[in-house]
């Protein structure tokens, strides 16, 4: 059948990756103390899937998940949803560099993910969710962007901690389903 962008299991990984991060999003985050900003455990799923089925997959997962989390809270915020969706996109973009499929994600992977996802934050949520922010709902630049800040800290600590475990466990893994084969 040869190579689809969207086949039924990436249709299906996706779906998998944008329920986890509902979750969590919605019933796990911890408030900072900066309103409407918490530590969000939902980025160590978007980041694992984003790192493990790529670009797509991360883009998709973040517009979605964080879309259905604004949904249900009630009150919808395109700006932070972009964040995420590109957040996802550029960690998945250098997907192929971690090796995870071929269970080598080892300290040089390590660094190229934390390298990327740090800079992924960084642009996501220290650049576009504020701009987006201001420029669509007229928010405050300071409340902006101090909560920008907050979140890309936040979120740079919990995808490398959690985020490289859990990635370096999922390549171990790989790693004994190769052997195996």
Do not use: C
């Not at 979140?151 to 190769?178: C, E, H, Q």
């Amino acid at each position: 059948m040869g190579n689809k962008l969207i086949s039924v299991r990436n249709v299906v990984i996706i779906g998998i990756g944008v329920a986890i991060m509902f979750v969590l999003m919605r019933f796990v985050a911890i408030p900072s103390g900066v309103p409407n900003t918490s530590l969000n455990p939902g980025i160590v799923i978007l980041s694992f899937f984003a790192a493990v089925y790529g670009p797509l997959a991360g883009l998709l997962i973040g517009l979605i998940g964080h879309a259905l989390v604004d949904l249900t809270g009630g009150e919808v915020w395109w700006s932070w949803i972009a964040a995420d969706a590109l957040y996802g996109f550029v960690v998945g973009f250098l997907w192929k560099l971690y090796k995870l499929e071929e269970g080598k994600f080892g300290v040089k992977q390590a660094l190229i993910f934390n390298a990327t996802q740090i800079v992924a934050n960084i642009l996501a949520w220290v650049a576009i969710a504020p701009t987006l922010g201001i420029l669509i709902y007229h928010e405050s630049a300071d409340k902006e962007y101090l909560q920008g800040l907050v979140a890309a800290a936040l979120n740079i600590v919990v995808a490398l901690i959690p985020g490289t475990l859990l990635l370096f466990g999922y390549s171990r893994i790989r790693a004994g389903k190769l052997k195996r084969e």
